[in-house]
Structures are given as structure tokens and as C-alpha cells.
């Protein structure tokens, strides 16, 4: 493998150490906010996320993936920092706004500057397969440890993923920066998605509909989180449940295609939407084997 190939898998995978990810709303519940500020932590989480998305692509673009992925790494840091030194609930969706921002930086840019490495292009499925085992591995080692680690310190954690996300940021600055500057057609793309969006009614309900399922979706964080702590279950434990989950979404995300070619792409998207509301709903009971199967069947859904 290429040098600055294995520096890049290098750099994913300490980066992708997300501690606190698994835990983060017990993170939240310890420094003081309740149920409703932690879904509005959430939410400007993805809102954030939602307004970044193409801007940060354009600008990947324009001034290399190393310098986004760069930036990326910096926003991580400062909402690491905001995590442990935040007192006021104001500071922490400050934090949230941050993280959402810097995700975007550092989405799909990880796989398009390893495709931009790449001197074979034929092997691109192969590396990039790779890299998303690296990911993954990296984040479901990171949920388990950072499960452990509370016990001994909750800024502990957040710590680490300072420390990890300045580790990559030394490896990125070892890494050439590769610019593939947007055409002309690129440089409009902004308004052709106005245009896409005032034009097309189909797009603009399947949108909302996606968009609204993540929303949900990304409730299960909050709820089961919460769920799992209120009935005394310990702290490494719920770790385990989200590494889990995280593991199985891997794998089920590799297997939808066969589920589309075989039943169609509506018909998989109208039983996942009514099997996770009846998922849901099995959250409302005090069995804590059909919570986590809860959990992991709307992670699989989704």
C-alpha cells in the first residue's frame, strides 16, 4: 500500500475515536441538562449539519480535501473543548453547532481524497471498503473503551478525543493536498439544487420524508440512552448496546441492495418507516432484552 495511503488510513481511524459517542447524552445528563435541552442539542446538531453539507462540499472542492479535513479535525477540537469547559446550556449548543459544521468537512471527503490518492483506480471499491472498516472499527473500539473510562473521569473522555483529533491533524500535515477545482457547472450547483427543489414536488417530499426519518431516527440516541441509564443499567453496558447497534448497521447496510432488488426501493422504504413507528413503540416497557432489540432493530431499519 502507498505511504500516504496507509498515513490516510491512519488518520481515519484515530480521528473516527469518538469516546463519548455512545454515552454522550449521559455525558449531558452528568453535566446538568434534561431530556428536552439534550434533543435540542441534537437537533442543532443536524441542522447544522443539514445547513453545511453542500458548502463544505464545494469548498473540498476548491481548496483540497487535506486543508477540509483539516479544518474538520480543528471544529472537532473546539467542540471537545466546548464539551469540558461549557457551564451555560447557550455554550453547549455553540459546541453542537460546531461538531454538526465540522461533520460536514469530514464527510465523504475521507473517501474522496483516498480516491484521489490512488494511483490504480480499479482497486477504489477494494481501499474504500477498507477505509470503511477502519471506520467502523475505530468508532464501535472507541464506544467500549469510552464506556470503561467514565468510571474513572467523564472529562476523561472528552480529553481523548482532543487528543485524538490533534494526533490526526499531525498526520494530515504530512499528507499532500490534492485540488480538483469545481467547473463552472460545479460552481452553480448551489442554485440548480433551488432550482431541483422549486420544480419537483417528488423531491421535495421524498426530502422532508428522509429528512424527518433522521430526525427520528436520530432520537434513539436520546431516548434509549436515557431509557437504558433510568432502569440502573451501567454506564460500560450501554456502550456496549451502541457498539453493537453500530455493528450490525454495518452489516446491514452492506445487504440493502439485495433487499431493493428483490422487493423494490418503495416497498423497502414504506416497511422500514411502519416496522421502526411499531419499534418505537416496543420502547415503552420496563424489559430491558426488548429495549436493546428495539435498538438495534431501528438502527438495522434505518
Given at each position: 500500500m502507498e505511504k500516504n495511503i496507509k498515513k490516510l488510513f491512519w488518520y481515519v481511524g484515530i480521528s473516527s475515536l469518538f469516546f463519548e459517542r455512545s454515552i454522550f447524552v449521559l455525558y449531558l445528563i452528568h453535566k446538568g441538562m434534561n431530556i428536552a435541552q439534550i434533543s435540542l442539542f441534537q437537533s442543532t446538531i443536524n441542522v447544522a449539519m443539514l445547513v453545511g453539507e453542500i458548502p463544505t462540499g464545494i469548498?473540498?472542492?476548491?481548496?483540497?480535501?487535506?486543508?477540509?479535513?483539516?479544518?474538520?479535525?480543528?471544529?472537532?477540537?473546539?467542540?471537545?473543548?466546548?464539551?469540558?469547559?461549557?457551564?451555560t446550556f447557550l455554550l453547549f449548543i455553540f459546541g453542537a453547532a460546531v461538531f454538526g459544521i465540522g461533520s460536514t468537512f469530514v464527510s465523504g471527503t475521507n473517501t474522496a481524497y483516498l480516491y484521489d490518492l490512488l494511483n490504480d483506480k480499479t482497486s477504489s471499491v477494494k481501499m474504500l471498503g477498507r477505509l470503511s472498516a477502519v471506520i467502523t472499527g475505530a468508532i464501535g473500539l472507541a464506544m467500549v473503551i469510552g464506556g470503561?473510562?467514565?468510571?474513572?473521569?467523564?472529562?476523561?473522555?472528552?480529553?481523548?478525543?482532543?487528543?485524538?483529533?490533534?494526533?490526526?491533524?499531525?498526520?494530515?500535515?504530512?499528507?499532500?493536498?490534492?485540488?480538483?477545482?469545481?467547473?463552472?457547472?460545479?460552481?452553480?450547483?448551489?442554485?440548480?439544487?433551488?432550482?431541483?427543489?422549486?420544480?419537483?414536488?417528488?423531491?421535495r417530499k421524498a426530502l422532508f420524508l428522509l429528512g424527518l426519518n433522521e430526525g427520528v431516527v436520530s432520537s434513539i440516541y436520546i431516548l434509549a440512552q436515557a431509557i437504558l441509564n433510568k432502569f440502573g443499567i451501567e454506564?460500560?453496558?450501554?456502550?456496549?448496546?451502541?457498539?453493537?447497534?453500530?455493528?450490525?448497521?454495518?452489516?446491514?447496510?452492506?445487504?440493502i441492495e439485495t433487499f431493493i432488488n428483490k422487493f423494490g426501493r418503495k416497498k423497502v422504504i414504506v416497511f422500514?418507516?411502519?416496522?421502526?413507528?411499531?419499534?418505537?413503540l416496543g420502547l415503552n416497557t420496563s424489559n430491558i432484552m426488548?429495549?436493546?432489540?428495539m435498538i438495534f432493530l431501528i438502527s438495522v431499519l434505518n
Open positions: 469548498i473540498a472542492d476548491n481548496i483540497g480535501k487535506k486543508k477540509s479535513l483539516l479544518i474538520g479535525s480543528v471544529l472537532m477540537i473546539i467542540y471537545y473543548l466546548s464539551m469540558i469547559f461549557s457551564h470503561y473510562l467514565q468510571k474513572s473521569s467523564w472529562e476523561l473522555i472528552m480529553w481523548l478525543g482532543v487528543i485524538a483529533q490533534i494526533i490526526g491533524v499531525i498526520i494530515l500535515l504530512s499528507l499532500p493536498n490534492i485540488v480538483v477545482r469545481a467547473s463552472d457547472a460545479k460552481k452553480s450547483f448551489i442554485y440548480d439544487v433551488y432550482l431541483a427543489f422549486k420544480n419537483d414536488q417528488f423531491l454506564t460500560e453496558h450501554i456502550a456496549y448496546v451502541f457498539c453493537i447497534e453500530t455493528l450490525l448497521s454495518v452489516v446491514a447496510f452492506a445487504k422500514t418507516v411502519v416496522a421502526t413507528a411499531l419499534a418505537f426488548v429495549i436493546s432489540c
